[in-house]
């Protein structure tokens, strides 16, 4: 329970502090990304952009768990 906490909480950071995207998108990002939505069949193409990036925060917060969990077990190894 305490590792899903501690991961919401990073993702949560990761999203307030970690920029993986330029407001506002260039005209041929937009397109690409309306290209891109049109492919896999969703209608509203911002949707899509947002769960994008919410999936990329999420696999930021559980990369940084790990490689903090595992400094963690070195340093109690000592």
């Given at each position: 329970?305490?590792?899903?906490?501690?991961?919401?909480?990073?993702?949560?950071?990761?999203?307030?502090?970690?920029?993986?995207?330029?407001?506002?998108?260039?005209?041929?990002?937009?397109?690409?990304?309306?290209?891109?939505?049109?492919?896999?069949?969703?209608e509203?193409?911002?949707?899509?952009f947002?769960?994008?990036v919410?999936?990329?925060?999420?696999?930021?917060?559980?990369?940084?768990?790990?490689?903090?969990?595992?400094?963690?077990?070195?340093?109690?190894?000592?």
């Amino acid at each position: 329970m305490r590792t899903v906490v501690i991961v919401i909480v990073m993702t949560l950071l990761s999203m307030r502090y970690v920029r993986i995207f330029a407001f506002p998108l260039s005209m041929s990002q937009q397109q690409t990304l309306i290209e891109i939505s049109d492919k896999l069949g969703i209608e509203d193409y911002e949707l899509l952009f947002l769960c994008t990036v919410w999936c990329v925060h999420l696999l930021v917060a559980v990369a940084v768990y790990v490689v903090i969990a595992q400094i963690w077990c070195r340093y109690r190894s000592r």
